[in-house]
């Protein structure tokens, strides 16, 4: 059975930091596309950032310089380390992997993920 289980989200206010992390189970997380999805109140989920087998990595615009995804193999854990919050990163953050491979790992839609996490709330005040 597979889990992936987010933990790391708070309140902060504007500028501050936080690291979201995704314990992953029954998949080796190394093997997969893993990514960091948000959803804002009213709005539509989003991408944040994907990291592929390779670890290799691609960012939200609104994002970059801002957020850093990794992944510690070992721990088959997934992380996002979020600096420099705005209130506009406040949402529900999910973690999800999927079997795809690089280039449809870049291009694919939060919709053609295979596994989510149950998400972690962020809020962030200014």
């Known amino acids: 059975q597979v889990q992936l289980v987010e933990s790391g989200g708070g309140s902060m206010q504007s500028g501050g930091s936080l690291r979201l992390s995704c314990a992953a189970s029954?998949?080796?997380?190394?093997?997969?596309?893993m990514g960091w999805f948000r959803q804002g109140p009213g709005k539509e989920r989003e991408q944040v950032a994907v990291?592929?087998?390779?670890?290799?990595?691609k960012y939200a615009d609104s994002v970059k310089g801002r957020f850093t995804i990794s992944r510690d193999n070992i721990k088959n854990t997934l992380y996002l380390q979020m600096n420099t919050l705005k209130p506009e990163d406040t949402a529900l953050y999910y973690c999800?992997?999927?079997?795809?491979?690089?280039?449809?790992?870049?291009?694919?839609?939060?919709?053609?993920?295979?596994?989510w996490g149950q998400g972690t709330q962020v809020t962030v005040s200014s």
């Open positions: 029954g998949i080796t997380s190394i093997d997969y596309c």
């Open positions: 990291i592929d087998r390779n670890a290799d990595t």
């Open positions: 999800a992997a999927d079997p795809a491979y690089s280039n449809a790992c870049f291009s694919r839609q939060y919709k053609q993920y295979l596994y």
